[in-house]
């Protein structure tokens, strides 16, 4: 059974960080390509990162501020978010593709593109 379950998220403060996880079971996360998506009340479902192998792509807004690395052990996923803004605020997610790679916009945050998908997790920066 193909799993996505995630933690972490909370409330955080501007200027704040927090770490989210995506714990993967039914595939190793050699077999996949892991995103990391958000969605804002009232707005589109966006991409915000991918990494497969060497390759990170990012959504220019969360460029130099999030970061993703893998726990290959553990079989999970993180997404570092770092120097957290109002904007960030929003349910994030995780995504697995069991094809394509983490180039070219257009289709590395094609959400469409993605398999399996976490629950979601809420995050909300506020002072």
């Known amino acids: 059974q193909v799993q996505l379950v995630q933690s972490g998220g909370g409330l955080v403060q501007p200027g704040g960080s927090l770490r989210l996880s995506c714990v993967v079971s039914?595939?190793?996360?050699?077999?996949?390509?892991i995103g990391w998506f958000r969605q804002a009340p009232g707005k589109e479902r966006e991409g915000i990162l991918c990494?497969?192998?060497?390759?990170?792509s990012f959504l220019d807004s969360v460029m130099g501020r999030f970061t993703a690395s893998r726990d290959n052990a553990k079989n999970t996923m993180y997404l570092q978010m770092d120097t957290l803004k109002p904007e960030d605020t929003a349910v994030y997610y995780c995504a697995a593709k069991l094809a394509g790679s983490c180039s070219g916009y257009g289709i590395w945050n094609n959400k469409a593109r993605y398999d399996y998908w976490g629950q979601g997790t809420q995050v909300t920066v506020s002072s």
């Open positions: 039914g595939f190793t996360l050699d077999d996949v390509t």
């Open positions: 990494k497969k192998d060497s390759t990170t």
